[in-house]
């Protein structure tokens, strides 16, 4: 199973841009990056997922690297309200059923 | 539309006795998932369903048991509680195929006493 490296902690001012980076440099073929984010104690929320090309939605972008060992979801308008933390994982297949494989994140903190 | 409902929101029991963990989806989802999530961690699978009437131990399944009801609901029984049990639990699902995302509960905390 491909894992993942976050950093444990960034902080971002509001309205500005928070690149968060991740590490996926065991990545296989055919997994797929995604990101989720936690609120407080709520349940993780799914932001964006990616193969290999760059992916962007309402919530964020994400910019995979050509070889796909890495990759850094981007905020563009960070806000008090994206204060949470920040999950990169790389999708593991076992049969029909595909599970997440949580690490501990990124904290990001938005400040004003 | 409700997408993943969790019961009960809280619960306390002692050391020793059951309780089941609810969990029900309204979007027609194939897979179901148990997470449990201690604090300062991340979240870490019990069990999942892929489909009705399947089940799989995930990482730390010991302790536990589930069932698989019907598509809609994958219930978590707890059959004898330990403190080691104190947690927050979150349930998910999905639709199998590539690339889509997975919906999350809003929890079940547990305290084991």
């Known amino acids: 199973d491909a894992k993942t490296t976050q950093p444990p902690s960034m902080d971002c001012a509001e309205g500005r841009a928070a690149n968060l980076p991740c590490n996926h440099s065991t990545i296989s073929g055919n997994e797929y990056v995604y990101w989720y984010r936690q609120i407080h104690s709520q349940g993780p929320q799914y932001i964006i997922h990616g193969l290999k090309n760059n992916e962007t939605n309402e919530m964020a972008s994400l910019i995979i690297t050509e070889d796909r060992k890495s990759s850094t979801l981007i905020l563009p308008h960070a806000t008090l309200r994206d204060t949470a933390v920040y999950y990169c994982?790389?999708?593991?297949?076992?049969?029909?059923?595909?599970?997440?494989?949580f690490g501990t994140g990124t904290r990001l903190q938005v400040t004003l | 539309n409700a997408g993943v409902t969790q019961t009960p929101k809280f619960q306390v029991l002692k050391t020793g006795q059951s309780m089941t963990l609810q969990c029900a989806q309204d979007?027609?989802?194939?897979?179901m998932y148990w997470y449990r999530q201690d604090p300062g961690m991340g979240l870490r699978l019990i069990y999942y369903s892929a489909s009705e009437g399947t089940t799989d131990k995930g990482e730390v399944p010991n302790g536990y048991n589930v069932s698989r009801l019907n598509k809609r609901e994958f219930s978590l029984r707890l059959e004898s509680a330990a403190p080691s049990q104190t947690s927050v639990y979150f349930c998910a699902s999905r639709v199998i195929g590539a690339g889509y995302g997975y919906t999350f509960g809003s929890g079940t905390r547990l305290t084991v006493v």
């Open positions: 994982i790389v999708r593991v297949n076992t049969g029909t059923a595909s599970k997440l494989t």
């Open positions: 979007m027609n989802h194939n897979s």
